[in-house]
């Protein structure tokens, strides 16, 4: 015999309705959940893991530290990295910084002062970051594109060179994580440290754009520049480098150096490609 109990709530002005819930009424069946027909309880696995916890952890690229004098803003882009295609409509362009003659730190082989001297060579670069690569993106105008060397001669190509300070020690030698990266506008590229050397590993690159000008898209794991993890406030050394090559000779006609300083270690060469004290900085900032 089943009983069946009855429960009076006294509650003034208060309306109620019963309604049938479908069920067989057998011992164990719960109402209110679903679930296995024998009453067991079950939690969702991503209950249990204590790194799922999506609402509890801040922006990881919120709150940057004030930009260090002279360093060049890295955007952060984690979660939403740029696709490494040569195509740069993805960045900001607004956002670009200007490589002229008028605003890089050195200038060798131009003449006296011309209009046409962006036109004949001159760039405008973006640099990003994530927990993965520091990304930098280059787009270079060129009046007259020659490519006649081969590695290791690249500089002296139309050419885009990214250097990186990997721990940003600032040295007159260059260490295992410092680059000299050469891309050349027809889509070689070689890495130097004074001598060639291999590229870095698992780092991405493309280049676009209409000739005779260019674009290159390169991405640098955090692998290849040392120990210290990507976050907010890290300082990279970094500089470029734009080299041009108007006729077609194994040597170069001029080129441009982005920010280019006086040495401090001292030793006989004060060019970027045979030390790091001279690189200007990047930071990595927020977004």
Known sequence: MRSTVLILVVCAGCRFSVGAVPGNGAVGESDLADGPSDGAVVQDPDDLTATTMPDLVGDPCANPPPLMAGAVAAQCVIGHPPTIDGD????????????????????????????????????????RWDLQNLYVAAS???????????????SDNDALEIFLDGEHDRSSTYGPNDWQLVYSA?????????????????????????????????????????????ALGRVVGFDLKLDDNDQGNTTRDRDLIMYYVPATGGGTCSAPYCRTDVFGAVQLQGR
Do not use: C, H, Y
């Open 88 to 127: 740069l409509s993805d960045w900001p362009q607004a956002q670009f910084l200007a490589m002229t003659r008028a605003t890089a730190a050195q200038a060798s082989g131009w003449g006296a002062p011309s209009s046409s001297d962006d036109s004949n060579s001159s760039a405008r670069f973006f640099v």
């Open 186 to 230: 027809d889509g070689q590229m070689a890495a130097a440290q004074v001598t060639l050397v291999k590229w870095p590993k698992d780092a991405k690159q493309a280049w676009g754009g209409t000739s005779p000008s260019f674009t290159v898209e390169a991405a640098i794991p955090w692998s290849a520049l040392g120990n210290a993890p990507a």
């Open 140 to 154: 270079v105008t060129d009046d007259a594109q020659e490519t006649p060397n081969k590695p290791p001669g690249l």
